[in-house]
């Protein structure tokens, strides 16, 4: 498939950032989600677009398209496990340890993203906001929700534990 785009440029533009690409991935992504999946996704979809020469910051685009990706697939997955559990009947599954991760992956992609961004990769809020497609101002309030709801959770783990 001709994308009118250099398939060496593409790689070259690719091969330096695509390790970052992908944690950001791994971390926005639901748990079920290969996070080269996203990642290829994105490519894919800037390509498709005809926007690869026009973008000016590739790895804030692809960033955005990897986040909006990962929203798409965790909503896919909701309506798959609504159908399941639907057509089966009830089966209880009972977890043998608390998993921080598992609060991590109740929190939406976006917020994901966020936390990702300021905690692990230490962004200032007004740039990981614009990486993630939202306002500085929404970013501080969904960072300060998401950490009080993470605090909470691991208090409430800890008085039961």
């Known amino acids: 498939m001709d994308f009118g785009v250099d398939a060496d440029e593409v790689s070259a533009v690719l091969r330096p950032i695509y390790l ?3 944690r950001f991935a791994a971390v926005v992504a639901p748990i079920e989600t290969e996070p080269d999946d996203l990642v290829q996704e994105a490519v894919v979809r800037v390509l498709v ?3 690869w020469s026009k973008v000016r910051d590739l790895r804030a685009y692809l960033r955005r398209t990897i986040v909006n990706a990962a929203s ?3 909503r896919r997955l909701v309506r798959q496990r609504t159908a399941f559990e639907r057509t089966v ?8 340890y608390p998993s921080d991760f598992a609060d991590l992956g109740r929190l939406e992609p976006v917020t994901r993203g966020l936390l990702f961004l300021v905690e692990v990769e230490r ?14 101002v929404a970013a501080r ?7 009080k709801k993470l605090r909470l959770e691991l208090e409430h783990e800890a008085l039961d534990g």
């Open 49 to 51: 677009s005809g926007q």
């Open 123 to 136: 962004y200032p809020i007004e740039e990981a906001a614009a990486l993630v497609g939202c306002t500085p």
């Open 89 to 96: 009947p009830e089966i209880t599954l009972v977890a043998t």
């Open 72 to 74: 798409n697939e965790r």
């Open 141 to 147: 309030a969904r960072l300060s929700r998401a950490r």
């Open 20 to 22: 970052d690409l992908r």
